[in-house]
């Protein structure tokens, strides 16, 4: 029979001990795409969806109600399935005992898929399955005596290991035989994996040129016999590791369908290391192609794996090892490790001091590449001076690189530009950002997406500034580019709708606000398909342009349900839960509802202090906000 729709696609319970594998379950099976064909099937758990998304994970995902019991069996009951994280520390766990046990309860033992990260069933020094998952429930709710013999995942080494146990609770999750999802991936990633061996391709060959230029210059003196033995051996070099790539397995003892880009790009670099360790020049790049591809895959765990593991050859490399210690830099700061992005890219600087020869301006390139990633690092630490400081440098190396392509010169443009108008100088940042847009439209057309976005840039910058005519015609033609090469229902467009409609409630015309803001939110429900803070968003601004026009029903409905979508997709109290109180607050103001308006500016408030404090710019105005409302009530 098919289960019944529920909130959460799963449930994560697992002990304190084996947080790191719950953040890396809940990651990997949120960003997993079930493949286009199979979204859809009709299977016991229903239809096949697009994303398992939401996945609930508890102790990280609580609104801050302070009632930890009823939010717990609330998200146990509007679970779907319960992804169950096996470890002595989980056996031992009678908070994960509990949670067993009231999801059975709740809903039977056929949806609960458990996950061997440590210890040994039934070892009496390890075991790793609570009792709740060991026994059988009795008529009474209580563990009787009956074993359930549970099946689990195995991630251990030896075992299933990670990707095929993920996979494993992937198919529990959606209801889809195993084989099936394993055999789609695999041709998911034969095709990614065709990008890659293309751009690893121009890259070896990239270097291989490089290497020939070099040598001629430098010893120019040499026979050219030895130059062309030396030039067929690089290549030769080159060739066998091509052809050693796509040599997969050997079917006697691996199953090929089990084989994945993963798996070759992690075995291109084992044999990197090692094959090519007489080519010190094309094994460098190689590994740092190999950890790029892993980096525009999202595989930053991977990259910076592969890298790491790498690390006694970068360093013998000295100056040559600079440019892998900015890609590691890039997969540090990917990672949120800020800190350690900054510092990876000054080791990749330092490197680079050693080497005074820079013929074809890579060193700047590569010196370049190292202060974007640094700028970009202290930008989100707020260190603003920092990052501009670095964009600066970033901006003049690459000007200063005759090899230097002029779409990294915009981007670095675009990113100073942002940071300019986030910080309040919007003259400066029209002059960054509207240079990108002119070097952008020259590279590509005025067809093409990176395009749209330096247009929306500007917008913003100009809607901020407030200059609203010129705010108005940068967002038109953002869209305008949107409409020819987005899907309809692509966030990026909604992001856009959603301006245009401030634009137009500040310009007075709230009919065409409402008109905007309501297609950027239905863009933004059939994007995500579930609950979403930017849903949220758009529905508090839709609901003040509603205002505008007298309807203030419809805007209170809209803010109810902006509500909903804060509390689902944040999981927590959140300063936008504040920021919608005291704009129900204007919305019953207007309408002369005076006495709840008070209250809510008072709950608003409220909110705002206790997850941002007094002294926050944004409490001070939303406090000035209900001042003024309250004053005209006296």
């Given at each position: 029979?098919?289960?019944?729709?529920?909130?959460?696609?799963?449930?994560?319970?697992?002990?304190?001990?084996?947080?790191?594998?719950?953040?890396?379950?809940?990651?990997?099976?949120?960003?997993?795409?079930?493949?286009?064909?199979l979204v859809g099937t009709e299977t016991a758990l229903g239809p096949v969806p697009k994303r398992l998304t939401p996945i609930?994970?508890?102790?990280?995902?609580?609104?801050?109600?302070?009632?930890?019991?009823?939010?717990?069996?609330?998200?146990?009951?509007?679970?779907?399935?319960?992804?169950?994280?096996?470890?002595?520390?989980?056996?031992?766990?009678?908070?994960?005992?509990?949670?067993?046990?009231?999801?059975?309860?709740?809903?039977?033992?056929?949806?609960?898929?458990?996950?061997?990260?440590?210890?040994?069933?039934?070892?009496?020094?390890?075991?790793?399955?609570?009792?709740?998952?060991?026994?059988?429930?009795?008529?009474?709710?209580?563990?009787?005596?009956?074993?359930?013999?549970?099946?689990?995942?195995?991630?251990?080494?030896?075992?299933?290991?990670?990707?095929?146990?993920?996979?494993?609770?992937?198919?529990?999750?959606?209801?889809?035989?195993?084989?099936?999802?394993?055999?789609?991936?695999?041709?998911?990633?034969?095709?990614?994996?065709?990008?890659?061996?293309?751009?690893?391709?121009?890259?070896?060959?990239?270097?291989?040129?490089?290497?020939?230029?070099?040598?001629?210059?430098?010893?120019?003196?040499?026979?050219?016999?030895?130059?062309?033995?030396?030039?067929?051996?690089?290549?030769?070099?080159?060739?066998?590791?091509?052809?050693?790539?796509?040599?997969?397995?050997?079917?006697?003892?691996?199953?090929?369908?089990?084989?994945?880009?993963?798996?070759?790009?992690?075995?291109?670099?084992?044999?990197?290391?090692?094959?090519?360790?007489?080519?010190?020049?094309?094994?460098?790049?190689?590994?740092?192609?190999?950890?790029?591809?892993?980096?525009?895959?999202?595989?930053?765990?991977?990259?910076?794996?592969?890298?790491?593991?790498?690390?006694?050859?970068?360093?013998?490399?000295?100056?040559?090892?600079?440019?892998?210690?900015?890609?590691?830099?890039?997969?540090?700061?990917?990672?949120?490790?800020?800190?350690?992005?900054?510092?990876?890219?000054?080791?990749?600087?330092?490197?680079?001091?050693?080497?005074?020869?820079?013929?074809?301006?890579?060193?700047?390139?590569?010196?370049?590449?190292?202060?974007?990633?640094?700028?970009?690092?202290?930008?989100?630490?707020?260190?603003?001076?920092?990052?501009?400081?670095?964009?600066?440098?970033?901006?003049?190396?690459?000007?200063?690189?005759?090899?230097?392509?002029?779409?990294?010169?915009?981007?670095?443009?675009?990113?100073?530009?942002?940071?300019?108008?986030?910080?309040?100088?919007?003259?400066?940042?029209?002059?960054?950002?509207?240079?990108?847009?002119?070097?952008?439209?020259?590279?590509?057309?005025?067809?093409?997406?990176?395009?749209?976005?330096?247009?929306?840039?500007?917008?913003?910058?100009?809607?901020?500034?407030?200059?609203?005519?010129?705010?108005?015609?940068?967002?038109?033609?953002?869209?305008?580019?949107?409409?020819?090469?987005?899907?309809?229902?692509?966030?990026?467009?909604?992001?856009?709708?959603?301006?245009?409609?401030?634009?137009?409630?500040?310009?007075?015309?709230?009919?065409?606000?409402?008109?905007?803001?309501?297609?950027?939110?239905?863009?933004?429900?059939?994007?995500?398909?579930?609950?979403?803070?930017?849903?949220?968003?758009?529905?508090?601004?839709?609901?003040?342009?509603?205002?505008?026009?007298?309807?203030?029903?419809?805007?209170?409905?809209?803010?109810?349900?902006?509500?909903?979508?804060?509390?689902?997709?944040?999981g927590k109290l959140h300063p936008n839960h504040g920021d919608l109180m005291v704009n129900r607050a204007v919305i019953l103001?207007?309408?002369?509802?005076?006495?709840?308006?008070?209250?809510?500016?008072?709950?608003?408030?409220?909110?705002?202090?206790?997850?941002?404090?007094?002294?926050?710019?944004?409490?001070?105005?939303?406090?000035?906000?209900?001042?003024?409302?309250?004053?005209?009530?006296?």
């Amino acid at each position: 029979m098919t289960a019944e729709p529920k909130h959460y696609r799963a449930f994560i319970s697992y002990s304190h001990a084996d947080k790191h594998v719950a953040t890396w379950l809940h990651g990997a099976v949120e960003r997993y795409h079930v493949p286009a064909k199979l979204v859809g099937t009709e299977t016991a758990l229903g239809p096949v969806p697009k994303r398992l998304t939401p996945i609930f994970r508890d102790r990280d995902e609580l609104p801050a109600s302070g009632d930890l019991s009823f939010e717990l069996k609330s998200a146990l009951e509007n679970s779907l399935c319960l992804l169950l994280i096996c470890s002595p520390s989980a056996a031992k766990s009678r908070w994960v005992n509990e949670e067993v046990k009231s999801f059975k309860r709740m809903h039977g033992e056929g949806r609960i898929f458990a996950l061997i990260a440590s210890g040994e069933p039934g070892h009496p020094d390890s075991e790793c399955f609570p009792p709740a998952l060991q026994y059988t429930l009795g008529p009474d709710g209580e563990l009787s005596d009956i074993p359930a013999e549970p099946i689990a995942a195995d991630m251990r080494k030896g075992k299933d290991g990670k990707r095929l146990a993920l996979f494993k609770l992937l198919a529990g999750l959606t209801g889809l035989k195993l084989d099936l999802l394993v055999q789609r991936e695999a041709a998911r990633r034969a095709r990614r994996l065709a990008i890659i061996a293309s751009a690893s391709v121009i890259g070896m060959f990239g270097a291989l040129g490089l290497a020939y230029y070099a040598n001629t210059q430098r010893i120019a003196a040499i026979e050219q016999r030895k130059i062309a033995e030396t030039e067929s051996a690089a290549a030769r070099a080159a060739a066998d590791y091509l052809v050693g790539t796509f040599e997969l397995a050997n079917p006697a003892t691996e199953n090929p369908r089990t084989i994945t880009a993963l798996t070759i790009l992690g075995r291109s670099a084992d044999r990197a290391r090692t094959e090519l360790a007489g080519q010190p020049a094309i094994q460098l790049r190689l590994l740092d192609t190999v950890a790029r591809a892993y980096n525009n895959l999202g595989l930053f765990d991977e990259a910076r794996d592969a890298l790491e593991r790498s690390k006694l050859i970068i360093d013998k490399a000295g100056p040559q090892g600079a440019n892998a210690m900015v890609t590691l830099a890039t997969t540090l700061y990917r990672q949120g490790n800020l800190d350690g992005a900054v510092r990876t890219a000054q080791v990749a600087e330092a490197k680079l001091a050693a080497d005074p020869q820079d013929n074809d301006g890579r060193n700047r390139q590569v010196r370049a590449r190292a202060r974007e990633i640094m700028a970009a690092a202290y930008t989100d630490q707020t260190a603003n001076a920092k990052a501009l400081a670095a964009y600066d440098q970033a901006l003049a190396l690459f000007r200063a690189s005759p090899g230097a392509k002029q779409t990294d010169i915009a981007r670095v443009l675009n990113n100073r530009g942002l940071l300019l108008s986030g910080i309040g100088r919007y003259d400066d940042a029209r002059k960054s950002l509207s240079e990108a847009n002119q070097i952008y439209r020259l590279v590509y057309s005025d067809a093409h997406l990176t395009v749209g976005q330096s247009y929306f840039a500007i917008a913003t910058n100009e809607y901020y500034a407030g200059k609203l005519p010129e705010a108005q015609a940068q967002i038109e033609r953002a869209l305008a580019v949107y409409d020819r090469v987005l899907d309809p229902d692509n966030y990026i467009r909604a992001d856009a709708l959603m301006l245009e409609g401030q634009i137009a409630r500040d310009q007075r015309r709230p009919a065409d606000a409402v008109k905007a803001l309501t297609q950027a939110v239905d863009v933004y429900r059939k994007s995500f398909g579930k609950p979403h803070y930017l849903i949220g968003t758009a529905e508090v601004y839709l609901a003040l342009a509603l205002s505008d026009l007298g309807r203030t029903s419809e805007a209170l409905r809209q803010l109810d349900d902006a509500k909903i979508n804060y509390d689902v997709s944040y999981g927590k109290l959140h300063p936008n839960h504040g920021d919608l109180m005291v704009n129900r607050a204007v919305i019953l103001a207007k309408a002369g509802r005076h006495a709840e308006a008070r209250g809510n500016c008072a709950k608003g408030l409220a909110i705002l202090e206790k997850t941002m404090g007094k002294s926050d710019g944004f409490y001070k105005s939303s406090a000035a906000t209900c001042a003024a409302l309250m004053a005209k009530v006296a």
